[in-house]
């Protein structure tokens, strides 16, 4: 009895692991899946691992799976996107003045509808088209895809554990924690048009974390020191979530300048934390006099 209960128990875990290499919605309908990948690819999750199993064709920023996940496109179908892809999105070609500009944009314009295109035939014909993307997808990760293509594809975003939330851990505090302050802002640098520039959004005195991209560092902290103590902490982790290359380095408002050289960080590869959360803990203003009872399971 016991050995044919054995049997029973094996066939068991042969049929739920043949199930879960079949895409979601079965194997006749496709669909276009914007796959978070995590950080470092131990951070994946199994239902992103479960999508990319069953996906016909593999999206991804040039160079990204050779170099992230080359272990995953064995067997299937890939397709790049060229890495300025998101240049101009948006914008009004007649409106460009400059003649080579102008040419870029329409380039990238042209390089956005094929892709769409070819997205929309594919799952039009049955297939699972995933697009992974390191980190969060909804994070500054590139979902224009989803605006381009046309209605009846069926789509479907899979998320990841970004960057904010990977250095957060790195840095064993939680940023809503700020004693007085409860607000997270997360931004990145101003650019030209911006209605909530982030001068204005120190005004609050709330935890700040940037996204580095093309961050002006001088012109940021002399900001924060109109807006912040300096003895402030500041904090930036880069390769946030990769154990052998992640690191923290910890200073104030008024020291980074000169303490850190901001020119060596990982370009596109660490964020920047500011706010009393690095030192105040969970601790609160008023004590936490009060919490709440969660809902039952469902």
Known sequence: MLNFLRYIARLAAVAFLLASALPVHGAEAGKFVIVGMGTSPDLMTIRAQHVIAGADILLAEEGSIR??????????EVWEWPH????????????IADPARRAEAAKLEKVRHDLAGKIA????????????????????????FLEMLPPGVATEIIPGIGAF?????A???SPPYGYDTSAV??????????????ETLMKAGSTMVFYTMNLDYPRLFEQLKRHYPAATPVAVVTDAGDPAQQKVILSTVGSFLTEVDYRVLPVNRHLLFVGKFLKSGQA???????????????
């Open 284 to 298: 609160r203003l008023d004590f936490t006099p009060r919490v709440t009872e969660s809902s039952p399971p469902r």
């Open 67 to 76: 170099q992230m996940w080359p272990e995953l496109a064995a067997g299937k």
């Open 84 to 95: 300025s892809l998101r240049k101009f999105y948006g914008a009004d070609l007649e409106k």
């Open 121 to 144: 035939e594919a799952v039009k014909s049955g297939k699972t088209v995933a697009c992974l993307q390191s980190g969060d997808p909804m994070m500054y990760g590139m979902t224009l």
């Open 165 to 169: 939330q990977a250095a957060s851990a």
């Open 185 to 198: 802002i997360l931004t990145m640098d101003d650019w030209p048009g911006r209605a909530d520039l982030n």
């Open 171 to 173: 840095l064993k505090h």
